[in-house]
């Protein structure tokens, strides 16, 4: 098993296919037979009982991803382990299964990786743990979001040597491909609007949001090493009026940290400081900056 902290490149799918849901050959739900000592929850467990669980990915535009990445990591009382990774087959589905010690979980988070070669999010989500008889079939697809090439992209050249990076409707990113973990990702850079009408999994259900941008493939700012956080604007398609000032929020990743000394948990969508409307656009106030590529949001204070 490995902990929760791992490498993007490592898990790269080795083949993929798609196809929309409504073209693609209906496939069923795979099935888990467990036993019953793997089904019934023991005495000594205060918390959710999983042993195997099932789920879906497509896209927000409705496409069946074969060879998508799917890792679950339980989180116990005093750590958090991530299962090995599963990849998603025919119609798109998974199947998990929970090994001792780790079923008695209190919650679980959900990792998908989509295949190499589509601009395609990272997808996120903290599934209600809902088994029955040790088993938790996901009622909702696990959706990676597409995503647009930049509109700009300087060659690389110079690694060290900050610019800027521009894509359409006017988001922006400015930064130096060196001062990235995965810099090296930097000529496939992807990024788009969140605009699917289903909400996104890992937003808090109370939180409402004026903008949603979502990066791909995700990398993490260096900040470890004292590398400067990615400076942005963003759109503005609300129209909230010059000066508005805005929270910040971001969505950790593999390894995401706020800080040289605050980690900002895997899939957790938390608070990074502030901005304002400047020029039509968002901006970040200073020491707000995005500290990893993932996916950002907006709402106005």
């Given at each position: 098993m490995r902990r929760c902290v791992l490498a993007l490149g490592a898990f790269a799918a080795a083949c993929s296919s798609s196809a929309p849901a409504s073209e693609a050959p209906?496939?069923?739900?795979?099935?888990?037979?467990?036993?019953?000592?793997?089904?019934?929850?023991?005495?000594?467990?205060?918390?959710s009982w999983l042993a195997g669980s099932t789920g879906r990915v497509t896209t927000d535009g409705g496409?069946?991803?074969?060879?998508?990445?799917?890792?679950?990591?339980?989180?116990?009382?005093?750590?958090?382990?991530?299962?090995?990774?599963?990849?998603?087959?025919e119609g798109g589905w998974?199947?998990?299964?929970?090994?001792?010690p780790n079923r008695c979980m209190e919650r679980l988070s959900v990792r998908v990786i989509p295949p190499e070669g589509r601009r395609l999010s990272d997808a996120y989500c903290a599934p209600a743990l809902s088994a029955i008889d040790g088993v938790l079939d996901l009622a909702r697809d696990l959706r990676v979001y597409s995503l647009d090439a930049p509109t700009s992209l300087p060659p690389r050249g110079d690694a060290a040597q900050t610019r800027t990076v521009s894509f359409a409707g006017g988001l922006e990113l400015t930064f130096a491909p060196d001062d990235l973990v995965e810099g090296d990702l930097y000529d496939k850079l992807s990024a788009a609007p969140v605009t699917d009408g289903e909400r996104p999994c890992f937003l808090p259900p109370e939180l409402a949001l004026d903008g949603l941008y979502a990066f791909g493939?995700?990398?993490?700012?260096?900040?470890?090493?004292?590398?400067?956080?990615?400076?942005?604007?963003l759109p503005n398609p609300?129209?909230?009026p010059e000066g508005a000032a805005v929270e910040l929020f971001v969505l950790g990743g593999s390894g995401t940290q706020l800080d040289d000394t605050r980690a900002i948990e895997e899939g957790s969508f938390v608070s990074i400081g502030?901005?304002?409307?400047?020029?039509?656009?968002?901006?970040?106030?200073?020491?707000?900056?995005?500290p990893a590529l993932t996916v950002v949001g907006y709402r106005r204070k």
């Open positions: 209906v496939v069923p739900r795979p099935t888990i037979t467990l036993s019953e000592t793997e089904r019934t929850k023991p005495a000594s467990c205060n918390a496409e069946i991803l074969v060879g998508a990445s799917v890792a679950y990591c339980a989180y116990h009382p005093d750590s958090a382990v991530c299962l090995p990774w599963v990849k998603t087959t998974y199947t998990v299964l929970v090994r001792e493939p995700a990398m993490n700012v260096s900040v470890f090493a004292g590398k400067p956080k990615v400076k942005f604007k609300k129209g909230l502030a901005g304002r409307v400047r020029e039509g656009r968002v901006v970040p106030d200073p020491g707000s900056e995005l």
